[in-house]
């Protein structure tokens, strides 16, 4: 059973370019979570998706930024015209339930560099 | 919403002795307190979490206690050794898919 897949895991962009995370959750779990972590911090929150919905953007900046998880294929990240302080590791997970009152499984993040 | 302190940002100690960090949170709602480590390149893992109608958990070296009462919530870590080092993340979560989690805190342990 393969765990939460992300790719890139490494993208680089220059400023103003688009970069697009794609993020395949576990067997099974029709939950995704995106966190950003920038170096040497913890896991802020961005966008909670069920299927074909996005329940919970609350972490998600307003513009530029947004979130998707189709009924086929994997959740993707997207963040148009990129800029340096986007560089970052995000990390996704997934849960077989809604609700967050067990494991969250995550990925091995995708870290994206903006020059 | 929630929000979660986390202490220290860095520790570090001497392989078999012992390490705690110590987590606050601020929902009296939240009712879900897991641990994860992540190792360098890696993403997070959970290593262990307690529930609110439990004061105190242990899964051999590692053990978790919680006050709700003062809403705080510790990791301890006995007889420590080198691949426990990692960053750890306390997390707190209230149900309501809203799981925060703390700044992170940096364990080295020396051999």
């Known amino acids: 059973n393969a765990g939460v897949m992300q790719n890139p895991r490494h993208l680089v962009r220059r400023r103003g370019q688009e970069a697009r995370l794609r993020c395949s959750p576990m067997?099974?779990?029709?939950?995704v979570y995106w966190y950003r972590q920038l170096p040497e911090e913890g896991l802020k929150f961005m966008v909670y998706?069920?299927?074909?919905?996005?329940?919970?953007e609350s972490g998600m900046p307003k513009e530029r930024f947004s979130a998707e998880f189709p009924k086929e294929g994997p959740s993707i990240l997207r963040i148009q015209q990129v800029v340096r302080g986007d560089s970052a590791a995000y990390f996704c997970?997934?849960?077989?339930?809604?609700?967050?009152?067990?494991?969250?499984?995550f990925g091995e993040g995708s870290r994206l560099t903006v020059l | 919403g929630e929000n979660v302190e986390q202490h220290p940002s860095t520790l570090s100690v001497q392989e078999g002795d012992s390490a705690v960090i110590k987590c606050t949170y601020s929902?009296?709602?939240?009712?879900?307190f897991p641990w994860y480590k992540q190792e360098l390149g890696k993403g997070p893992q959970l290593i262990i979490d307690?529930?609110?109608?439990?004061g105190e958990k242990k899964d051999q070296r590692i053990a978790v206690t919680l006050n709700k009462t003062a809403k705080h919530f510790s990791l301890h870590i006995t007889e420590t050794q080198p691949e426990d080092s990692a960053v750890y993340f306390c997390?707190?979560?209230?149900?309501?898919?809203?799981?925060?989690f703390g700044a992170g805190t940096r364990l080295t342990v020396k051999p």
């Open positions: 307690i529930r609110s109608n439990v």
């Open positions: 929902d009296s709602a939240s009712n879900y």
């Open positions: 997970a997934s849960s077989p339930s809604g609700t967050i009152t067990g494991e969250l499984f």
């Open positions: 998706l069920q299927k074909e919905n996005i329940i919970d």
């Open positions: 067997k099974g779990h029709s939950h």
């Open positions: 997390a707190a979560s209230s149900g309501n898919n809203d799981m925060r």
